[in-house]
């Protein structure tokens, strides 16, 4: 029973550590920020309010708007579907903000089946094909570029990190339960993908 005890807390203290090896490179990764010019920014959806998006999102919208204007892209690519019925997609919430902002409507593309990060990547992966697009920034929170990155390149995108220069996750608490929530997505992750 002893030695069974042993092992036990092992493997908790062999699981604890490797838990925050990832969650400390995750942390790390959102501070890559990439200075290279792309075909596009893929911006990754979040919450769509009846009154519009959420700070989260319009975070993200900003970030790609700016680097629109900027000139570090040609196109937007904003993904996201439907997440409460009566309410836009997130995509086309984000297509009209940014629209309002002044970018031209033909410089934006969207894709509004998604309902997660992954499926954000892969149908965004298919209008990038459609449109000959091959170079991408993945524009999100800073906490969410290490795995939407690696997804993004593991189903064939030349992609890179941009992520937002601010985030409405301000304080440690907020910060820590979304790496807590990032760390265990990412290894949830390298187990499917490895798989």
Do not use: C
Not at 34 to 54: E, H, K, N, Q, R
Request: hydrophobic share 40%; glycine share 8%; aromatic share 8%.
């Amino acid at each position: 029973m002893r030695k069974i005890s042993k092992i036990f807390l092992l493997i908790v203290v062999f699981v604890v550590i490797v838990a925050g090896l990832l969650a400390s490179r995750i942390y790390t990764y959102g501070n890559t920020r990439s200075d290279a010019s792309a075909d596009a920014a893929i911006v990754l959806g979040a919450a769509v309010w009846s009154s519009g998006v959420s700070p989260v999102f319009r975070e993200r919208i900003n970030h790609g708007i700016d680097l629109y204007r900027t000139g570090k892209v040609r196109k937007l690519i904003f993904t996201g579907g439907q997440g409460n019925a009566g309410e836009p997609t997130e995509s086309s919430a984000a297509r009209d903000y940014a629209i309002q902002s002044g970018v031209p409507a033909q410089d934006i593309l969207i894709e509004e089946k998604s309902h997660t990060t992954y499926e954000n990547i892969l149908y965004a992966k298919q209008v990038a094909d459609s449109e000959h697009i091959k170079r991408v920034l993945i524009v999100s929170d800073p906490l969410h570029m290490k795995r939407a990155v690696l997804m993004a390149q593991d189903v064939g995108l030349i992609a890179e990190p941009s992520p937002t220069p601010s985030t409405r996750y301000q304080g440690l608490k907020s910060q820590f339960g979304l790496l807590a929530h990032e760390t265990y997505y990412y290894i949830g992750y390298l187990i499917r993908r490895s798989l």
